[in-house]
């Protein structure tokens, strides 16, 4: 396999020989292209990593118990891999997850997480989650008519309620002069902390998640701090501080070729968390729900050539996956991408298409060796982050998945076929 040379996306050899080899093994389990092909190493790898910054400045990890120390959690973002054999596995180490939806709810309880293990967040979940009469979930409110159409249900319920709030760090970042659409204004959230202690709900969280590639741990400073404050004002110390995702990707680029954590190192965060957690009194856990800086590394995108085309100074490859149909994140973001086989000799200017009938479709724009030719296989790395949600089924079916963890690797979802892609007309 072969790697372009002239963007630096500081993968360590190690990931990738890890899928240089699990790619052969794949190709020769499954020629279904497109397939993603997830593993649970890389994310062991990344919790392992996250875990040692946080127990060196002091907190309690999530797995050992000392009553003394604030701790903390990792919740599974659910929306960012919504793949069965992840949760499996997630569950199966005893970990929590977080969901937005009731496909997502859904999903969970039937993956047989406990609902003591479950966080429910999003927006307007008033118009579906009181169908579920399960007690003890972790549940943070979004709004003002979430809490007054379920208030009622978490006290039935024992609901573990928390509140999501809207810092002023939080915005739309392609209108950055716009706030985004989730929770309440700190203002806002003292009138809701105050209604729901009235009510004499278990009221344990506080919650905001600012957006997806936070670029320093400055950033989340100011957030905790915005809600310190409003804590003193609101006269209430929370038991968790939810801190939600936004660590940023790893080695991915910007369409202009710049990395998106570099200003962003695990030990200044942790420390930076260390400081945060002596504005909280009797703070025992911060939650932490990170999707992308968790997820993305664990997943590829393997598509194959079908096509060569030459026209006015650029080669085109055909494919048989691409952006519209696997890989909406290529609008924003380079991805690193492998070669299978191997091809040497000069690179040219190469565009990879994928199949569908849209000049949006294009994975990549760079150099890739002229000798590639029609059936050879591309891998687009890091595609385990919003790449299943955001598939399509834009003239084709969607892609095979196949999954590997300690046990191996098997096909986990099959490509989708004709019946299936038109079955679900009436
Ligand atoms: C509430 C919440 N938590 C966690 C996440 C995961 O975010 P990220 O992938 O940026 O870490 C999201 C993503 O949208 C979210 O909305």
Request: hydrophobic content about 40%; glycine content about 8%; overall charge positive.
């Amino acid at each position: 396999m072969k790697t372009p040379a002239s963007l630096k996306f500081g993968h360590a050899p190690e990931t990738i020989e890890l899928w240089k080899r699990l790619v052969r093994e794949a190709l020769s389990l499954s020629s279904a292209t497109p397939l993603y092909l997830l593993s649970s190493q890389p994310i062991a790898e990344r919790v392992a990593e996250l875990d040692k910054a946080l127990t060196g400045a002091g907190f309690k990890s999530e797995i050992t118990d000392r009553p003394t120390k604030v701790g903390f959690r990792h919740w599974l973002s659910c929306k960012t891999q919504p793949a069965a054999p992840l949760l499996r596995w997630w569950r199966e180490q005893g970990r929590s997850i977080e969901v937005v939806s009731e496909f997502e709810l859904r999903a969970a309880l039937t993956e047989g997480f406990a609902p003591e293990k479950i966080l429910v967040n999003g927006p307007a979940k008033h118009h579906w989650l009181s169908q579920f009469a399960v007690r003890e979930l972790a549940v943070n409110f979004d709004s003002p008519a979430e809490i007054a159409k379920l208030l009622p249900f978490a006290k039935k319920l024992n609901w573990r309620c928390g509140v999501r709030i809207n810092p002023s760090e939080e915005f739309d970042p392609e209108n950055p002069q716009f706030p985004t659409q989730f929770g309440f204004t700190p203002d806002a959230a003292v009138g809701a902390i105050k209604k729901l202690q009235r009510a004499k709900v278990q009221l344990e969280t506080l919650h905001f998640h600012l957006r997806s590639n936070v670029s320093s741990a400055q950033i989340f400073q100011c957030a905790i701090a915005e809600i310190a404050e409003l804590c003193r004002v609101a006269k209430f110390n929370p038991l968790h501080l939810d801190i939600g995702g936004g660590m940023p990707v790893r080695h991915v680029l910007t369409r202009g070729s710049k990395v998106f954590d570099g200003e962003f190192g695990l030990r200044a965060y942790a420390e930076m968390l260390r400081q945060s957690v002596k504005l909280f009194p009797g703070l025992r856990e911060i939650w932490l729900e990170n999707g992308r800086w968790l997820s993305a590394g664990s997943g590829v995108l393997v598509v194959k050539i079908l096509d060569v085309k030459e026209r006015r100074g650029v080669r085109q490859l055909i494919c048989d996956g691409g952006r519209t149909m696997n890989a909406l994140m290529s609008l924003w973001e380079q991805h690193r991408i492998l070669t299978v086989p191997e091809r040497s000799g000069a690179d040219v200017l190469t565009v990879v298409h994928g199949p569908t009938c849209m000049a949006f479709d294009q994975l990549a724009r760079l150099a890739l060796p002229r000798s590639l030719k029609a059936g050879d296989h591309l891998v687009w790395l890091d595609a385990g982050a919003y790449h299943l949600p955001w598939e399509t089924r834009f003239s084709h079916g969607h892609a095979a998945v196949l999954w590997h963890d300690e046990s191996g690797l098997k096909l986990a979802r099959e490509r989708q076929d004709f019946d299936n892609f038109w079955g679900v007309w009436k």
